[in-house]
């Protein structure tokens, strides 16, 4: 069933992604998504980006017929339905002391929510964000409010490290003990994160991101090739040990028709 959830506010972050603000408790924790619902368009799975007992945010970009149909139709005071929270999310182990977070593009909203309970535990949080250029750097002043540490690649080199967020994180791993690296973003970055950490000994978990209907595994439609795995049930965080045995990881998903499409 879906909650009609009203909009309380919509910011603006660029002008391709938007945080939709309602004042609502889903009781959904970091990594946990939610099924968003356009009547007469389509629905939509959508991480939870911030929850506390009065706000929930989801940060929604813009990238095809249901996305921008919300960008265009969706005002303050309108309502979208929402189900959920569904599926597993990030876990943080007992004793962590210090993580490493890795966001690239629209992965960014899981991790903020992740940023703010490991912070709550007091928990050393870098978090490494990645993006074409500086305008599609999400979250940077959240992150730094919760007392994280933020460090910035950007393809063009218009903010910090010119080139990839993955080689920030070799840099980054090497600083001292992390216990775990948490990653969302392309496919390709993350199966990059999960190689680099297991080379370091260290344990990582990623959020993956496949084509799902029901969000609660009675469908199929996202299951994992040859692992029978469904992404919005089992996942969509994985254990990156598990993940870096997927055959599919990092090369290729799957269309709501199930065709075959190739990560670029
Ligand atoms: C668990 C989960 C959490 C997600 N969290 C967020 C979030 O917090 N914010 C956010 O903006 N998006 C998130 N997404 C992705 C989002 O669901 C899709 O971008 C959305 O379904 C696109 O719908 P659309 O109708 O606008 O685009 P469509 O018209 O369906 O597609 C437009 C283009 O985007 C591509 N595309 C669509 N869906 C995907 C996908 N799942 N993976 C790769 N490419 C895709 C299509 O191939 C096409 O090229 C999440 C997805 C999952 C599975």
Known sequence: MHLPLKIHSIREENPTFRTYVFKHDLRAKPGQFVMVWLPGVDEVPMSVGWQNENELWIGISKVGDCTTAIFDQIKVGDRL????????????????????????????????FLAKEARSKKIETTVILGARSKQQILYEKEFKKLGCEVLVSTDDGSQGHRGFCTEILEKSIT?????????????????????????????????????????????????????GLRVCKDGPVFDSKDVLKFEEFGKYSRTASGKRVEFK
Do not use: W
């Open 81 to 112: 339905g929402i189900r959920g929270p569904f599926g597993k999310g990030f876990e943080i182990k007992k004793g962590t002391k210090k993580i490493i977070l890795v966001g690239g593009g629209f992965g960014t909203p899981p991790l903020l």
């Open 175 to 227: 600083r001292g003990k992390t216990d775990c690296v948490y990653t969302c973003g392309p496919e390709k970055m993350m199966k990059k994160v999960a190689e680099i950490a297991y080379d370091f000994g260290i344990n990582s978990q990623v959020s993956l991101e496949r084509h799902m209907k029901c969000g609660f595994g009675i469908c199929g439609q996202c299951c994992i090739d040859g692992k």
